[in-house]
Each structure stands twice: as C-alpha cells, then as structure tokens.
C-alpha cells in the first residue's frame, strides 16, 4: 500500500509560481512512475508531468516549458514546480504513484490551485 499526500496548492494571479509536494510513504521511487495529474470543473482528468526512474520526464504540451516534475529520494517528495501560470491551470492537482511492473496505481487526495486576479 502507497500512501501520498499532497500540499502546496493555493491561490495564485496569472503569471505566478506555484511548488506542489508529494509525500510518499517510503522509498519507492525505484519501482514506480510518478505522475501529476489535474481534474478542472467538469472536464476529465488529464496528465500534466511523469517521470520515471528519477529522471525521465514527460509533460502535457500545455505546460512545456512553464513546470517541472522532479523527486527528492532523501525526502521521499516528488514535487511540481509550475511557473507563469494560467487561468486554465485551475484545477485539482492529483499525485499519482505507477507500479512499474504490475501497473497498479495509487492517488493521492489532490490539492487546489486557482490561478485568478
């Protein structure tokens, strides 16, 4: 069992930063996809950031550019640092844990981000 927790998320004006953090329960980097992922109102869920093996990285074009996936293997973390963000970033940000092997995924309870002047 994976545990994940969220934090970070918050209200923010357009072209800000934002840090989110996911705190996993152990070491287990090593055998699973980190993932971000974000649900807006009333559209479906969609992948924002992966990355595996603590190095390879892939994001939704949208956010190319402007956010970065990267894990902590002291602090257990992996972190989404987003910048010049947008209205249509607004959304509940999820953190997703893959299993590598038997693909068996765990979530996180999500946090806000409100990107508003």
């Known amino acids: 069992q994976v545990q994940l927790v969220e934090s970070g998320g918050g209200l923010v004006q357009p072209g800000g930063s934002l840090r989110l953090s996911c705190a996993a329960s152990g070491n287990i980097f090593r055998f699973y996809r980190m993932g971000w992922y974000r649900q807006a109102p009333g559209k479906q869920r969609e992948v924002v950031a992966t990355?595996?093996?603590?190095?390879?990285?892939n994001y939704a074009d949208s956010v190319k550019g402007r956010f970065t996936i990267s894990v902590d293997n002291a602090k257990n973390t992996v972190s989404l640092q987003m910048n010049s963000l947008k209205p249509e970033d607004t959304a509940i940000y999820y953190c997703?844990?893959?299993?590598?092997?038997?693909?068996?995924?765990?979530w996180g309870q999500g946090t806000q981000v409100t990107v508003s002047s």
């Open positions: 997703n844990a893959e299993n590598i092997f038997t693909r068996l995924g765990y």
């Open positions: 990355i595996t093996s603590g190095s390879n990285t």
